[in-house]
């Protein structure tokens, strides 16, 4: 496919003709959110595109198809399955190609382009889908060495069943927020020093990052029948950057013996553009090694089962401080998604679409390429250093957190997931 575009597509820009991620919108001409996709600087209404007969020229594209586009989110988009979203991405890619066999829907038509393509800073934008259950896992085995290295040692740093089983744990679907969405700082009990057997109250301390990349489902499974890993890739409708706050110290204090609670369900940032399976497809990788033999139901055919996503964390001070905190990739994952939605339904948990599952914190092996702050402050014992003078532990009120991630090299056309960003207000008062 030529990636060439009649409209101008900046160089480097994450919505390349390669890539075209669905969202939810609202423009100037429509208060109310419905799907979009992101091209270059631009956003295209597909609500507004198809009901002035954007979609005409596309065989068996009905009134009915139209209507998905007006939904507030994009379950009902997702719902109808990887083959029909690889029809729309497919001809709206020949929609904006340079040598587009549809040049009326919209290259030659100026009231075409007035009423449906929008300069993305003129739109807002929306959580993409209605999640009806999150669930994040635990699947970066650096950030699994490291902290348990910090909490135990390095001979006992990973518990006995890590590498047997993708870890996880159901988190909270109401508190999951587009990217923008200013992040409370949490209240909640922890201990002020190891030492202590009593908690203190009050605003969390140690409110930390954690790194991810989240999948966004399309298909769910009957209660009682698991998804075969070999399917399992069929769910998925697309993926986002996912950053799943955390507040280590309240952490520390609720997680025995049932795991995070207050700790984690109070915010948790997905970026609003969702880049589909198809658009990733031909940037499949292999992920960590795993030396142990797995039970039969989580050994998948394909050895490149997770992708080679490029990851990037800045931090920006409330004083304007920018720095590059991390630059690590989606390859530091030992378990793929496909394995991880196997064994969440192995017992027979249904799914359903608009799911979301976390790949738990993606880091690197070296500095510089750590998904936390936890790993980067060494538990809260150090102090480090970061361009133009930015020293942390943990995030401070006034802070802003941005990932980036994209696959594809400098100089060719990237399919990239944009922003997803959040930034840190102090906490309320009781």
Known sequence: MSTASWLEIPSGSHFSLANIPFGIITTPASAEPHAAIAIGDHVLDLYTFAVNSGFAALQNFTPEHAKLFSQSTLNHFAATGQVFHRYIREYLQNVFALNTTVPQVLKDSNTAREAALFHKKDVKVYIPMKIAGYTDFFAGRNHAYNCGCIFRDSQKALQPNYLHLPVGYSSRASSVVVSGTPIRRPLGQYLANKMDTASQFGPCRRLDIELELGALLCRGNEMGEPIPVDKAEEYIFGFVI????????????????????????????????????????????KGIPNETQLHPYLQESRLDNVYDINLEVEIKTADGKVATFARTNGKNLVFSFAQMLAHHTIGGCPMKVGDLIGSGTISGTEPGSLGSFLEASAGGTRTFELENGIQRKFLQDGDSISIRAWCGKDGSPLVGFGECEGTIKPAPTL
């Open 242 to 285: 996912l950053n799943d706050w955390s507040a280590r110290d309240i952490q520390a204090w609720e997680a025995v013996p049932l795991g995070p609670f207050n700790a984690k369900n109070f915010a948790s940032s997905i970026s609003p553009w969702v880049i589909l399976k198809d658009a990733i497809e031909g940037f499949h990788a």
